[in-house]
C-alpha cells in the first residue's frame, strides 16, 4: 500500500515540495520497524544524477542518469525554455577514461559530440539525424574541445589497442573515421586540454605513476600551430603540488587551482610567475576523479564566479580577480557543481540539507535564482526530515576527526522509552571523497524508518586540505578504520546511538574499510560491503591503469611491501570476523573486479560464519539500474532486521544468508 502511494503521488511531490503525514499522535515503535513513505521504489526513482552542465549561446546542455532505463546516461538540454532528452534510444552518454569517466560530450552550436558508452566511440549527432561514429574502436574519449578554426576536436584519449594502456593529448578530425593524432604523450596520464580564445596557445595537465592528481600534477602550456605543439613549457606543479582546471581568460592570463598552500586556491599565470589570486583556508576545488570538473568560470571582466568550501559546506561568490576580493551570492544552499555562465547569470547544479539536487540560474547581482531542472521529488515534510549535524570528535594519536550525525526522524513514531537508536556508521568511497549535509534520499530512508545514520570524513577525506588529506598516506586500513571507529564511540557515549546495535555501511574504497573494521575490531554487531576490497595484493595486481599504482601511496609500493599489503587485508584476518556481513557486488564492475567479493564470501561460508552475497548483472563500480537500487536497498533492510532481530514494517524479499543458524 505504501509503495503504491509513493508510485501514484511522485508528480504530485515534485510539485507541492513535500509528503503529507497524518497529523495523529506518534505509534510508539522499536526503532528500525517504524513505516515510511520512502520505498526502496521511491528511492529509485528519485536517483537521478546531473552532471557536466555545458552552455553553448543561449542553450544549456546536461547528462542526466536514466535508473529507469537500465542506467543509460543521457544529454539534455532546454532549447525553448523546456528540457528535452537530445539521445536517442539505443545510446548511451558515458565515457570509459579512468574508468571513472566525466566530460563524455562536447556541445557546439550545430553538433553534439558524445561518447558512446557500448562502444567508447566518439559520436556526432546533428539536429535529429542519426548519430555517426566519428573515430574506430579501441579508443576512449573524453574533455573535448573544439579548435576555432573548426576542423579538429582536442581530446583526451585513452589507446586500448595493445596491452598497454597510453593515454594522451590528441587532435581528432571533425571529418571522421580519425583515432587522433597525438599532441602529447610522454606522461601516464593527461586531463583538462584548454585552449585559448584565439586557438594559438593550449593549457593541460599531466602526471605520472605512482602520483594521483591529486598527489602532484603539472601545467603544461604551448603553442598550437599546424596540428603540432611547440615551445612546451611548464607553469606550475611538478612536485607535492596538485594543479587543476586551467582557463583561459580573454586578455590571455591563464588562471588554474593549486594546493601548494595546503587548500586548493585560485591561481593566475600572465606568462613570467604564477601568483594566487587570493590566499584562504578553502577547498576552491576537489579531486579529479571525474574529467572536466569545473569549480569556477571567468566572466570576462576581471571577475569570476567561484565555488569554495568550509566546513564542509559550498558557497558562490564573485571574486575579483585583480584584489582577490570576495563577494558571497547568498543563496539557501549548501553545494554547488559544474559552474557556468549564461549571459550575466550563473548556472550551477545546487544541493541544500532539504532539498534534492537542481539546475538553478542565478543572478549574481541580486542574489535571485530559479530552478531549471529538478528531475527527483522536491523534498520531505518536515516531519519526515532528519537534518545533518556537524560533528567533531576525538580519535586516535590525539587528533580529531569530522562527520555529520543524523538522528532518527519520523513524527508519526516514537521508540520505547528509554531505547537507543540503531547507528549505521556510512564510510564514503574515494578514499579521497567527502560527506557533505546535503540532502540524501538514501539517508532519509534509514532514519524515517528509525536508524541514525553517522556520515564520516575520516582522516584522508577531502575538504580540510592537504594534511588532512594525507593522514592516509601509507595508513589506509589503519586511519580510516580508527576514525570510524572512533565516530561510532563517541556517539554511543553521548547516548545518541546503541553501542550494542552498531552497523558498518560502505562502497567501494568505503567497503574496504568496513571489511577491514570487522575483521580488526569487534565494535559493530554487522555490515554491508557494496564491491569493497577483501585483497588488497590482487588488487594491486588487477585493477585498471587509473589506480593501478594508488596502493603505492595508500599502503606502500608493490611487491615489495607485500607484508603490508597482507597485514591489512581483510582476506587474511578471516577469524577477526565475529559480525555477520552481507556483500553486494556489480558483476562487470572493472574497478574493483568480483573476485574480490568472491573471495571474502567463499571464505567466510566455508569457515561457517553468517553471510549473504548478491551479485548484479549488468552492473559495473556502482548500481545505475533501478532494479538493482531497489534490491540492495531491500537486501541491506532485510539483513539488518535478520541480525538485530526486530521485523521491518515493509514487505521485502529474502535474502539467502549462509550459516543464518550462527546469527547472535
Not at 597510453?166 to 602529447?184: E, P
Not at 601548494?260 to 606568462?271: E, I, K, S
Not at 576523479?289 to 571582466?301: H, R, V
Not at 548478491?614 to 541480525?643: C, D, M, N, P
Request: glycine share 10%.
Amino acid at each position: 500500500m505504501i509503495e503504491r502511494l509513493v508510485r501514484t503521488t511522485a508528480a504530485a511531490i515534485a510539485a507541492s515540495g513535500s509528503v503529507a503525514v497524518a497529523a495523529a499522535a506518534p505509534t510508539v515503535a522499536a526503532y528500525g520497524t517504524w513505516r515510511s513513505p520512502i520505498s526502496a521504489e521511491s528511492l529509485a526513482e528519485s536517483s537521478i544524477y546531473m552532471r557536466d552542465l555545458r552552455v553553448v549561446g543561449d542553450t544549456l546542455y546536461w547528462n542526466e542518469s536514466r535508473p529507469s532505463e537500465k542506467g543509460r546516461t543521457v544529454i539534455m538540454n532546454d532549447a525553448g525554455g523546456k528540457a528535452s532528452v537530445s539521445t536517442p534510444t539505443g545510446f548511451d552518454v558515458r565515457t570509459r577514461v579512468h574508468e571513472y569517466g566525466g566530460a563524455s560530450y562536447l556541445a557546439t552550436a550545430d553538433v553534439v559530440y558524445f561518447s558512446n558508452f557500448a562502444d567508447q566511440r566518439l559520436y556526432e549527432q546533428r539536429g535529429q539525424n542519426a548519430p555517426r561514429a566519428l573515430t574506430p574502436a579501441g579508443y576512449r574519449y573524453a574533455d573535448c574541445v573544439v579548435h576555432p578554426a573548426g576542423d579538429v576536436l582536442i581530446c583526451v584519449r585513452e589507446d586500448h589497442t595493445s596491452n598497454e594502456v597510453k593515454n594522451a593529448i590528441v587532435a581528432v578530425k571533425r571529418s571522421g573515421d580519425d583515432a587522433g593524432t597525438v599532441l602529447f604523450g610522454k606522461s601516464d596520464f593527461v586531463a583538462y586540454p584548454r585552449l585559448s580564445a584565439d586557438g594559438r596557445k593550449l593549457a593541460w595537465i599531466a602526471w605520472d605513476h605512482p602520483n594521483m592528481p591529486w598527489d602532484t600534477t603539472t601545467l603544461y602550456v604551448a603553442d598550437l600551430a599546424s596540428g603540432n605543439l611547440a615551445n612546451v613549457q611548464v607553469v606550475a606543479g611538478g612536485s607535492n603540488e596538485s594543479v587543476l582546471e586551467p582557463q583561459w581568460d580573454r586578455d590571455g592570463a591563464l588562471y588554474f587551482m593549486s594546493d601548494r598552500n595546503d587548500f586548493w586556491n585560485l591561481f593566475v599565470w600572465r606568462g613570467s610567475r604564477a601568483e594566487p589570486v587570493l590566499a584562504m583556508q578553502a577547498e576552491f576545488a576537489g579531486p579529479l576523479w571525474s574529467l572536466g570538473e569545473s569549480n569556477y568560470a571567468l566572466t570576462g571582466d576581471g571577475t569570476a564566479v567561484v565555488r569554495y568550501g568550509t566546513a564542509m559546506t559550498d558557497h558562490l561568490a564573485l571574486l575579483d580577480l585583480k584584489n582577490g576580493t570576495l563577494r558571497e551570492i547568498r543563496l539557501p544552499f549548501v553545494g554547488y557543481s559544474s559552474i557556468q555562465l549564461r549571459g550575466d547569470r550563473v548556472l550551477t547544479i545546487a544541493t541544500a540539507t532539504d532539498q534534492s539536487p537542481a539546475i538553478v540560474s542565478v543572478d549574481v547581482r541580486s542574489g535571485r535564482f530559479e530552478v531549471v531542472r529538478r528531475p527527483a521529488a522536491a523534498t520531505l515534510n518536515a516531519a519526515l526530515l532528519s537534518r545533518a549535524e556537524a560533528i567533531e570528535f576525538p580519535t586516535a594519536g590525539g587528533r580529531t576527526a569530522h562527520a555529520f550525525y543524523y538522528p532518527p526522524r519520523n513524527d508519526g513514531f516514537a521508540a520505547p522509552e528509554g531505547e537507543l537508536p540503531p547507528l549505521i556508521v556510512q564510510v564514503h568511497g574515494g578514499p579521497t571523497g567527502a560527506s557533505t549535509s546535503e540532502f540524501s534520499s538514501k539517508v532519509q530512508y534509514w532514519t524515517s524508518r528509525g536508524f541514525a545514520i553517522v556520515d564520516v570524513n575520516y582522516g584522508g577525506s577531502t575538504g580540510y586540505g592537504r594534511a588532512y588529506r594525507e593522514r592516509l598516506k601509507g595508513q589506509w586500513g589503519v586511519v580510516d578504520v580508527q576514525d570510524v571507529v572512533a565516530a561510532a564511540k563517541f556517539l554511543g557515549e553521548q547516548r545518541k546511538a546503541d553501542p550494542k546495535r552498531l552497523i558498518i555501511r560502505g562502497g567501494s574504497a568505503g567497503g574496504y574499510t568496513v571489511l577491514a573494521a570487522l575483521s580488526q575490531t569487534d565494535v559493530f554487531r554487522t555490515g554491508a560491503d557494496y564491491f569493497g576490497v577483501s585483497d588488497l595484493s590482487a588488487l594491486a595486481r588487477d585493477t585498471h591503469k587509473f589506480e593501478s599504482r594508488y596502493l603505492d601511496g595508500l599502503v606502500a609500493p608493490y611487491p615489495a611491501g607485500k607484508a603490508i599489503y597482507d597485514a591489512r587485508s581483510p582476506l587474511t584476518h578471516l577469524s577477526g570476523f565475529k559480525a555477520p556481513l552481507l556483500v553486494l557486488q556489480g558483476a562487470d564492475d572493472p574497478i574493483v573486479p568480483p573476485n574480490q567479493a568472491h573471495m571474502i564470501v567463499d571464505a567466510l561460508k566455508q569457515r561457517g560464519a553468517p553471510v549473504a552475497y548478491v551479485e548484479f548483472e549488468g552492473e559495473s563500480h556502482g548500481f545505475r539500474k533501478a532494479e538493482s537500487i531497489i534490491r540492495a536497498t531491500e537486501a541491506e533492510l532485510y539483513f539488518y532486521g535478520q541480525v538485530l532481530g526486530f521485523t521491518p514494517a515493509d514487505k521485502l524479499p529474502a535474502v539467502k544468508i549462509e550459516n543464518a543458524a550462527r546469527l547472535p
